[in-house]
């Protein structure tokens, strides 16, 4: 089975803080991706890479960057965190162009932001 | 621009209650991708079904079906004799062909919390 690990289940950080959110899937996926889940808003698309080094940005990418410097590993970095970036956090992978390409994801990580 | 509407923010059914969960998409593409996710209180959100828009066969998988029409814009998900195990939170998605995959650019409604009471 796949396994998309997200390090921390929850986490409470102060206003001004840099954070980082770390994910590692262990089936050789190209594809990462990291979400934001917010209640009444559904799931929203920060960033993915499509490979090492590769990134783009999804819908709300300000105040995020993301760093993916091996396959199995992407990180989210919110360089200077603010209560608005409070929110629960998704990372999901995939194999692109599969005929049955889907995002398998992570437990999620609850970010408090005080 | 690609949007979906799942119009029940939240339903309650009593056990072996059948229930539908709505799910409205639009875009302009002629091939694009529709998922269905389930998410319960564990958190961990599940994969449950794909459908190609090319594709309108509908689905049953054991007490789940799914309905897809795409001449209403519509793929609406059934629970038959819903069970407690079934309380979670139902995100529908979709994600248009032109980004690449199927993956690339999924944009999911605002889910639906379906409680099911024993």
């Known amino acids: 089975d796949v396994k998309v690990t997200q390090s921390s289940r929850y986490l409470v950080k102060r206003t001004g803080e840099k954070v980082f959110l770390e994910c590692v899937q262990d089936m050789d996926h190209e594809n990462m991706f990291w979400y934001r889940q917010d209640p009444g808003l559904g799931l929203r698309l920060i960033y993915f890479?499509?490979?090492?080094?590769?990134?783009e940005k999804g819908d709300i990418p300000e105040g995020y960057s993301v760093s993916r410097e091996k396959k199995e590993r992407f990180s989210l970095i919110l360089e200077s965190a603010s209560t608005n970036q409070t929110s629960m956090y998704l990372c999901?992978?995939?194999?692109?162009?599969?005929?049955?390409?889907?995002?398998?994801f992570g437990s999620g990580t609850q970010l408090s932001v005080l | 621009a690609q949007k979906v509407t799942q119009a029940q923010t939240e339903i309650s059914v009593v056990e072996k209650e059948d229930v539908t969960l709505d799910c409205v998409y639009e875009?302009?593409?002629?091939?694009?991708?529709l998922f269905w996710y389930k998410q319960p209180p564990s958190g961990e959100l599940v994969f449950l079904i794909r459908r190609n828009s090319f594709d309108e066969q509908n689905e049953i998988s054991g007490r789940y079906s799914w309905n897809f029409q795409k001449s209403t814009s519509s793929f609406n998900f059934t629970i038959t004799a819903s069970q407690v195990v079934d309380s979670a939170v139902y995100f529908c998605?979709?994600?248009?062909?032109?980004?690449?995959?199927?993956?690339?650019?999924?944009?999911f409604g605002t889910g639906t919390l379906l409680a099911v009471q024993p």
């Open positions: 890479s499509y490979d090492v080094k590769m990134k």
């Open positions: 999901a992978s995939s194999i692109p162009y599969r005929a049955d390409e889907k995002l398998f």
């Open positions: 875009t302009r593409d002629t091939t694009y991708y």
């Open positions: 998605a979709l994600s248009e062909a032109k980004y690449g995959g199927a993956t690339n650019k999924l944009i």
